[in-house]
Nanobody, 111 residues
Framework: QLVESGGGLVQAGESLTLSCAASGGFFRLSTMAWYRQAPGNGREWVATIPNGRSANYLDSVKGRFTISRDNAKNTMWLQMNSLKPEDTGVYYC???????WGQGTQVTVSS
């Protein structure tokens, strides 16, 4: 089970940190990722963090977002700085390959 939290309504330029709490044994063995879905759009990959290797980011968030994980806590985070209105959407975490999707957490960035 995956539970996302930390979303909210912020102004452009502000920051948010999203959390992903995972239950079950897959987290420690898995590459984990964040995705987002803007209104009217499909789900979009945002960032990936493999175990023991460098993270990868969508070009539009490079330098602004940082993905991190703590396997001992079965938790992953997404630190989002300098938020833009185009970052608005529902943010989801999942493993790669994907497990069952959680409910996501809404991020709204006003201009």
């Amino acid at each position: 089970q995956l539970v996302e939290s930390g979303g909210g309504l912020v102004q452009a330029g502000e920051s948010l940190t999203l959390s992903c709490a995972a239950s079950g044994g897959f987290f420690r063995l898995s590459t984990m990722a964040w995705y987002r879905q803007a209104p009217g759009n499909g789900r979009e990959w945002v960032a990936t963090i493999p175990n023991g290797r460098s993270a990868n980011y969508l070009d539009s968030v490079k330098g602004r977002f940082t993905i991190s994980r703590d396997n001992a806590k079965n938790t992953m985070w997404l630190q989002m700085n300098s938020l833009k209105p185009e970052d608005t959407g529902v943010y989801y975490c999942n493993s790669v390959p994907n497990e069952t999707w959680g409910q996501g957490t809404q991020v709204t960035v006003s201009s």
